[in-house]
């Protein structure tokens, strides 16, 4: 079983619609929860972290944690061509003394006009 | 906002050269990482470290070193290069304390360097 999983995808949306990005974990002590996202040849750029059990909203973005069954998603409303990218969802857990952040491999968004 | 910033975008070298990348950062951040990106593989951390000339071996440390002499600047060195080494390099900066938006453990990538190595 992987660290962190998420559905490669693509998943595919129309323009002005929610998506659903969803990220699983196996490591029960993890404190900190990360979404990134990262266009075609750029780097990933932090779009929202989440410490505690519950939603937490920015902007058109809401990041949902249920630590209870270790599952970590990202809404995105209104969804914009521009959304169009990878999300990476990353964690970090008690391995490597706590600094280490692990990701997932990533699932491809694609909203469509 | 904090800056990350990477020697090179785009790198070619030939196998068994010594090659060298650096990162810099500007918001006096005491961790640093070094991380590869592979398709399907996704990323994979090479080495961290916690403040200067502190490292730490990460997931895949072999046929990789470091150097972090100050504390701004976190060097990655392939001690020779070979084609399995060619990928995407990214450097990342832990933020460690509270200010704005961010809070702390956001951590933050630089724009990467694609290396070629043939």
């Known amino acids: 079983q992987k660290e962190v999983e998420q559905n490669s995808g693509p998943l595919s949306v129309p323009e002005g619609a929610i998506a659903s990005l969803n990220c699983t974990y196996s490591d029960r002590g993890s404190q900190s929860f990360f979404w990134y996202r990262q266009y075609s040849g750029k780097s990933p750029e932090l779009i929202m972290s989440?410490?505690?059990?519950g939603d937490k909203e920015d902007g058109r973005f809401t990041a949902q944690l249920n630590k209870a069954s270790q599952y970590v998603s990202l809404l995105i409303r209104d969804s914009q061509p521009s959304d169009s990218a990878t999300y990476l969802c990353a964690v970090k857990g008690l391995t490597g003394g706590g600094n280490k952040l692990t990701f997932g491999t990533g699932t491809q968004l694609k909203v469509e006009l | 906002d904090v800056k990350v910033t990477q020697s090179s975008r785009y790198l070619v070298k030939r196998t068994g050269e010594k090659v060298f990348l650096e990162c810099v950062q500007d918001m006096d951040h005491e961790n640093m990482f070094w991380y590869r990106q592979d398709p399907g593989l996704g990323l994979r951390l090479i080495y961290f470290s916690y403040d200067v000339k502190m490292k730490e071996k990460g997931d895949i440390p072999e046929g990789y070193s470091v150097s972090r002499e100050k504390k701004e600047r976190f060097s990655l060195i392939l001690e020779s290069a070979s084609t399995n080494q060619t990928s995407m390099y990214l450097c990342?900066?832990?933020?460690?304390?509270?200010?704005?938006?961010?809070?702390?453990?956001?951590?933050?990538f630089g724009p990467g360097t694609r290396l070629t190595v043939l």
């Open positions: 990342a900066s832990r933020y460690a304390g509270t200010s704005g938006r961010w809070s702390y453990n956001e951590q933050f």
């Open positions: 989440i410490y505690s059990n």
